[in-house]
């Protein structure tokens, strides 16, 4: 089950439910596609349309790490019809063992790597509050994950014995922030023009938007209020309730 957490406006109100996040409302890349060449046409169209289906996961797994995306990449201010699909696209990357060119040598291959690495955050998150790494709070999920972003990983497990945490960190991280980000969805996020050719771009200079792209209507926001980000792990809040207060704003 997916833990929510919402961000918020620094004057008040829950974050979510937005089918277009972020500070460019209106724009949309995929309004831009007239200008892309065919290949690259049908290549980002396919990321919309077409999601793939979970073939490396076990059920379970896919339940853990879909919980583990959640926090790593949250997206709780978005509606559920314009979620990025993150888990799937790992999962076929996996599946069609597709690779990076590259492997340190102290790392085992992808796949195993994400087996052995689930496992161990699972287990984790049973020694450590006697339940499965999907039950616990928002908050105790961001524990055992930070440890592991720190390198000290709390409790300490026998797989990082095996695989350097760092190493397992780097590529999870990586995997993530590439789905998410590959997404026209995403780039809608950040006001990304798209594809440049064979249009290319006209204003290389002063940060000017391009005829076809929006200016940025920023505004402030807060981490949620049981995020990592807002509060120390010894004023974590009870099970079940929420915390009063909230300090930051991005």
Not at 30 to 37: A, H, Y
Not at 110 to 135: C, K, W
Not at 155 to 176: G, I, N, Q, S
């Amino acid at each position: 089950m997916s833990r929510k957490s919402f961000p918020y406006r620094a004057p008040g109100g829950d974050l979510k439910n937005l089918d277009q996040p972020g500070y460019y409302p209106g724009y949309s890349t995929m309004g831009q596609k007239k200008s892309w060449d065919e290949a690259t046409r049908k290549v980002v169209s396919a990321r919309v349309a077409e999601t793939p289906s979970i073939r490396f996961f076990s059920p379970g797994k896919a339940a853990l790490l879909a919980a583990i995306i959640d926090r790593l990449m949250p997206q709780d201010d978005r509606s559920e019809s314009r979620t990025i699909p993150i888990l799937p696209v790992i999962d076929e990357r996996l599946y069609t063992n597709a690779l990076n060119g590259f492997r340190y040598e102290d790392m085992p291959p992808d796949r195993e790597a994400y087996r052995i690495g689930l496992t161990a955050i699972d287990e984790m998150a049973r020694s450590r509050f006697n339940a499965p790494f999907v039950a616990l709070s928002v908050h105790r999920q961001e524990l055992i994950l930070k440890s592991l972003h720190d390198g000290k990983p709390d409790p300490d497990h026998l797989t990082w014995k095996r695989m350097p945490v760092h190493r397992f960190w780097a590529l999870l991280m990586e995997d993530c922030v590439t789905a998410y980000y590959s997404h026209p969805w995403a780039w809608d996020e950040i006001g990304f023009g798209g594809p440049a050719y064979p249009r290319g771009y006209m204003r290389l200079e002063h940060g000017l938007p391009e005829p076809w792209e929006k200016e940025e209507q920023s505004y402030e926001w807060n981490a949620p209020v049981d995020s990592l980000s807002e509060i120390e792990e010894q004023g974590a809040p009870p099970e079940h309730t929420s915390p009063h207060g909230h300090g930051g704003s991005h």
